[in-house]
């Protein structure tokens, strides 16, 4: 089994053990659509989210949109 990292998800710590985006973002409970995501503040395409590497350090940012004005 990997060994864990520490990355910053949405301002917490957290611990991953996949470096893969799209296996963190599953396993941190992101499935599905309906938001974005910012890797050091450079936002990711969806169809890139299964070849884009998280690596220690990283700061993860998941937006949702939200309703309203």
Do not use: H, W
Not at 7 to 26: F, H, K, M, Y
Not at 29 to 36: E, I, K, L, M, Q
């Amino acid at each position: 089994m990997p060994p864990e990292i520490e990355i910053t998800l949405n301002g917490e710590p957290t611990q991953v053990r996949d470096d893969a985006l799209s296996e963190v973002l599953q396993t941190c409970g992101y499935a599905g659509v309906g938001f974005a995501v910012a890797i050091n503040g450079e936002f990711v395409p969806r169809s890139a989210y299964a070849q884009t590497k998280v690596s220690a350090g990283d700061l993860v940012d998941v937006v949702a949109p939200v309703a309203g004005g």
